[in-house]
C-alpha cells in the first residue's frame, strides 16, 4: 500500500518512476524479489492496486508530464545529447497513447534511426516495464531546414525526405520486400542518409548532427484480454522546429575476421540458426 501510494503521487505531479527504483523500494520495505517471475508478479499487484486507488479516490495522474519525464528518463538512457532528447520528447508526445507507452514507442524509433542498440531493452526502464511492445509498421523522416513537412506515412515503407523539395533521398518504399529488410532499412536510417539532397543541394546533416524537421510513424501492438488477442494500429506525426536535430550514434569499427575466427570466447554464428528473428 505504501509503495503504490508514493508512485500515485509522482504520476500525480507528472514524474515518472524508473522500474529499479520500484524494485529497491519493494526490497527496503521488506519484500523479496528473488527473480524476473517475483517483478512481475509484483507489477501486477501494484498496478491493480493503483487501479483501485485512483478509482476510489477520484484522481487522476498528470499525463502530459508524466509522458514528458518518461521520455527524459530514456533520453537519459540512451545517452542522447540535450537536441536529441528534444526531438524525442516532442515526438512522445505526439503519440497519443498512454504516457508511458508513448514514451517508449518514441524511445524505441528513436533508438532505431540514430543506431543505438538496445531498441526492446528501453520498455523495460520506466514502471511499469511492458510486455507488449510496438511493431513499426512505417516511418516517414524529414530532413533538412525547409519548409515541406508532411510526413505522410505509407504502410510497410521507411523513406527520408528533403524538406526543401520533397523528394525522397533514401529509404525502403517496396511494400513487398519490407518485413525482410525492415530491421536493416531502420537501423542507423540517418546515418546512411546522404547529408546533401541530391536533387535541389539542399544540407541535411552536418556530420552526426541531422537536422530532423518532422517525423510521421505507423505502429501497432497486440493487446491481449480474456476476449482474446487483438491488433491495434496507431498513426503520429510531428513537425518540429527549424534547427531542431538528431545526433546520430558514431560507427564502432568492425571486430577484424581473425579475432572471430580465433576468440573462442566468441558465439559461433552457427548457434543462432533456427532462432526466430526478434522482431522490431
Known sequence: ?????????????????????????????GGTLADRADRKKLDHKLSALMMRMFSEAGVRSDRDGLKESAAQALAGELGLDDASSAVLVSLAKAINDKPITAANVA???IAYITGRWGATRLWDVVWPPRSQRARIDGLTVVLGDGDHVDAEVEENTVKVICSRCGSVVYGNTDPESFRYVKGLVLYNLLSKAPHVCPRCGAGLADGRRVLVRAIGLKYHVLISSSKGTRTEKKEAKVVLPKGAALQVRKKQPKRP????????????????????????
Open 257 to 280: 575476421r581473425a579475432a572471430f575466427l580465433f576468440n573462442k570466447k566468441l558465439r559461433s554464428p552457427l548457434s543462432t540458426l533456427g532462432r526466430p528473428a526478434r522482431p522490431l
Open 107 to 109: 524511445a524505441m524509433v
Open 1 to 29: 500500500m505504501a509503495l503504490a501510494s508514493i508512485i500515485i503521487t509522482m504520476w500525480r505531479r507528472g514524474i515518472a518512476v524508473r522500474a529499479d527504483d520500484v524494485y529497491r523500494a519493494y526490497e527496503a520495505l
